[in-house]
């Protein structure tokens, strides 16, 4: 299997922008989660699905923000307009089972420059 | 996370000597999660631990899980160059919910 595939790997944007990260999961998986890593936050939950269906989105930081998982192969975290604070890497990762089960896989992240 | 307290935040240490790293909760866990991340790529997994009093090991690492299945220590022995880079733990309280605390960032001096 090739693992949690994130798109783009690297995007850099100017402030205002529509930014789209995708996050394709491993095949099978039915838990799927987006994290923000941040120097001063450190790996930060935003949202989670189990079975396509958005279970908590309460680490979501504000209404910029929005995930959508329209099948159980692809998902997608937007930011709509984009800021400089939100200038991270976003991780998707995804796990087989529910109810603490195994281990949870990560992509290689996408790094979101905000200028 | 404040429900995760990782310590210490970084540690330097010479290669070759012994190291621990501790992960508390405020809450009782169902599992505990023992992550490794190289400066600025994705993180690797080392190992999940359930069972109060379990501990596992994988290589020259060993993580255990207390009885009340609040706080977990990952040891290292003999540390290497390749030990270095950011080490996390991440929780599951049972809600599915998977939360990390920020981060134990490991130096290693040759």
């Known amino acids: 299997d090739a693992g949690v595939i994130q798109s783009p790997r690297h995007e850099v944007t100017e402030m205002g922008q529509e930014v789209t990260l995708r996050c394709k999961p491993i095949?099978?998986?039915?838990?799927l989660f987006w994290y923000r890593q941040t120097m001063m936050r450190g790996l930060e939950l935003l949202i989670y699905?189990?079975?396509?269906?958005?279970?908590?989105d309460s680490g979501m930081p504000e209404d910029r923000f929005s995930a959508k998982m329209p099948n159980a192969s692809f998902s997608t975290l937007k930011i709509q307009p984009s800021e400089p604070r939100d200038s991270a890497v976003y991780f998707c990762?995804?796990?087989?089972?529910?109810?603490?089960?195994?281990?949870?896989?990560f992509g290689e992240g996408s790094r979101l420059t905000v200028l | 996370s404040q429900e995760l307290e990782q310590s210490p935040q970084s540690l330097i240490v010479q290669e070759g000597k012994n190291l621990t790293i501790n992960c508390t909760s405020s809450?009782?866990?169902?599992?505990l999660y023992w992550y490794k991340q190289k400066y600025g790529e994705g993180l690797i997994f080392l190992m999940m631990?359930?069972?109060?009093?379990e501990e596992k090991s994988h290589e020259k690492i060993t993580a255990k899980l207390d009885e009340k299945k609040q706080q977990s220590s990952l040891h290292i022995t003999a540390s290497q160059p390749s030990h270095a880079g950011i080490y996390l733990c991440?929780?599951?309280?049972?809600?599915?919910?998977?939360?990390f605390g920020k981060g134990t960032r490991l130096h290693i001096l040759p």
């Open positions: 991440g929780a599951d309280r049972g809600d599915d919910k998977i939360i």
């Open positions: 699905f189990n079975n396509n269906v958005p279970i908590d």
């Open positions: 809450k009782t866990l169902y599992g």
């Open positions: 990762a995804s796990r087989a089972g529910v109810l603490n089960t195994g281990e949870l896989f």
């Open positions: 095949s099978g998986h039915n838990s």
């Open positions: 631990l359930q069972k109060g009093g």
